[in-house]
Nanobody, 126 residues
Framework: QVHLVESGGGLVQAGGSLRLSCAGSGRTFSNYAMGWFRQAPGREREFVAAITWGDGITYYTDSVKGRFTISRENAKNAMYLQMSSLRPEDTAVYYC???????????????????WGQGTQVTVSS
């Protein structure tokens, strides 16, 4: 059974940094795209960043480009999100996800991800 656990969230002032981690078990994820999504109160879950299997091509939503960096460590079945220059509008619960189907590229929609963690809260104060 696939199990994902996020960690690293917290409270930070605007302009600060956080590093989120996602630890996976129950399957080897090296052949699957992985991604980060976030959900703010009253809003739908939205795409933040994704990284493909293999060469690790990355994708970002426009609002985080240049501020966030996604990476993965296949040997540890892990994924990370380095967040810098945080803004109050980045406040949300952040979820890690794994694609339902292996070897896909450009996977950036919620529907494509079949496995989710429980989320970690990120709060950015102004």
């Amino acid at each position: 059974q696939v199990h994902l656990v996020e960690s690293g969230g917290g409270l930070v002032q605007a302009g600060g940094s956080l590093r989120l981690s996602c630890a996976g078990s129950g399957r080897t994820f090296s052949n699957y795209a992985m991604g980060w999504f976030r959900q703010a109160p009253g809003r739908e879950r939205e795409f933040v960043a994704a990284i493909t299997w293999g060469d690790g091509i990355t994708y970002y939503t426009d609002s985080v480009k240049g501020r966030f960096t996604i990476s993965r460590e296949n040997a540890k079945n892990a994924m990370y999100l380095q967040m810098s220059s945080l803004r109050p509008e980045d406040t949300a619960v952040y979820y890690c996800g794994v694609d339902r189907i292996p070897y896909r590229m450009a996977v950036t929609t919620t529907a494509a991800f079949g496995y989710w963690g429980q989320g970690t809260q990120v709060t950015v104060s102004s």
